[in-house]
């Protein structure tokens, strides 16, 4: 069975501090993993996805194997990234599923000034 | 807006009650799945459409809940004999079908069961 764990239900940090949200996954095989964040009275939407390799609203997140982890990071907090961010598995698409997602419990981040 | 949209975006009901909700996907896209979150948690995979096949259920999909996309377009997702169990955010997304294709979420209706 596939699980995400994301430890912390809130991460408080202040403007202009790092920030790392932690996400560790269990799956048997290669999954592919995504970040999504929720604005205050907006959606669930797409951050970024490890495939990708890219940087969004300058997080990035690298995927690590041996430590089943895809923690999200970036260097300075701004005040506009304070939100609910899940991180999600997906089965890899060779062994279907479709892109059925399964997700963390989701950490608030609050970014103070 | 041209996202997923759904419908309503509340609904309080009494126990025992039949509840139906919309889904209106991205037109172009043709996955279509539905995900329930309750209060502390991430959204829980329930089903997913491909075109107007279902092509999985989870176990959460207890068998007074049916959903349909008879047309491949919209989808509706239908509670009957509603428990206070399920009061809950019920979300719709979309997706394209090819590899990784992101999920595109609605607003969600959040199910009040008194």
């Known amino acids: 069975a596939q699980r995400v764990t994301q430890p912390e239900k809130l991460l408080s940090v202040f403007k202009g501090a790092p920030v790392e949200l932690k996400c560790n996954y269990s799956y048997s095989g290669s999954p592919e993993l995504f970040w999504y964040v929720q604005y205050s009275r907006q959606r669930l939407q797409l951050l970024l996805r490890h495939i990708s390799r890219e940087s969004i609203k300058g997080f990035t997140a690298d995927l690590n194997k041996g430590e089943t982890s895809f923690h999200l990071k970036k260097p300075f907090a701004q005040e506009e990234d304070s939100a609910m961010y899940y991180c999600a598995l997906s089965p890899n698409i060779l062994t279907g599923g479709g892109n059925k997602l399964t997700f963390g419990t989701g950490t608030q981040l609050k970014v103070e000034l | 807006d041209t996202g997923v949209s759904q419908d309503p975006r509340h609904k309080i009901t009494k126990r025992g009650q039949n509840v139906t909700f919309r889904c209106d996907p991205i037109?172009?896209?043709?996955?279509l799945y539905w995900y329930r979150q309750t209060l502390g948690q991430g959204p829980e995979f329930l089903t997913y459409f491909q075109n107007e096949a279902q092509l999985e259920k989870s176990r959460l999909l207890s068998d007074r809940f049916s959903a349909e996309r008879p047309k491949g377009s919209f989808s509706t997702l239908e509670i009957q004999r509603t428990e206070q169990g399920d009061s809950a955010m019920y979300l719709c997304a979309s997706s394209l079908s090819g590899r990784n294709s992101p999920l595109h979420f609605g607003n969600g209706t959040r199910l009040t069961v008194t």
């Open positions: 037109s172009e896209h043709n996955r």
